[in-house]
């Protein structure tokens, strides 16, 4: 059998996302906050994930907005680079999305900077939202990049 590294993840975007062009292919990159119980005494508190979409996964980012709440499905990845003062390592933890999930037209609320909804308008179950250039997509239901 073989090892299955698979997370879904859902959380409000902590800020608006970042663009890249890494070598030849495009990059997204943003962060996620995921609450979590921590008990009586702590309540909620948030654990922040980076989230990196590679290629054409990136396009979808231009529908994401700092305090949007979405969710991810995605890849853990975990690199490590030595100190450049030689003492020790920096560990980095990502996701590497292969699909985003965004809210519906109905689904947003105040967390977020606008009223109107992003979509990605060619994902899988249709848009029903402006994009941030302002084009309409048509349709409704659960937005799906990917």
Do not use: H
Not at 71 to 76: N, V
Not at 122 to 144: D, E, I, L, N, P
């Amino acid at each position: 059998m073989s090892d299955v590294n698979r997370l879904v993840l859902t959380g409000r975007v902590g800020k608006d996302p970042e663009f890249k062009s890494p070598g030849n292919t495009e990059l997204a990159t943003f962060s996620l906050a995921v609450n979590q119980w921590m008990g009586e005494e702590k309540g909620e508190e948030a654990m922040w994930i980076n989230v990196n979409l590679w290629g054409k996964r990136s396009k979808v980012a231009e529908y994401i907005e700092k305090g949007m709440k979405l969710t991810i499905e995605g890849r853990l990845r975990i690199t490590s680079f030595e100190r450049d003062d030689g003492d020790g390592y920096v560990t980095f933890v990502n996701i590497d999305a292969d699909q985003v999930i965004l809210p519906d037209r109905g689904d947003r609320d105040s967390g977020s900077k606008s009223s109107s909804s992003k979509s990605s308008g060619g994902g899988r179950s249709g848009g029903g939202a402006k994009k941030k250039s302002g084009g309409k997509s048509k349709g409704r239901g659960r937005k799906t990049a990917f």
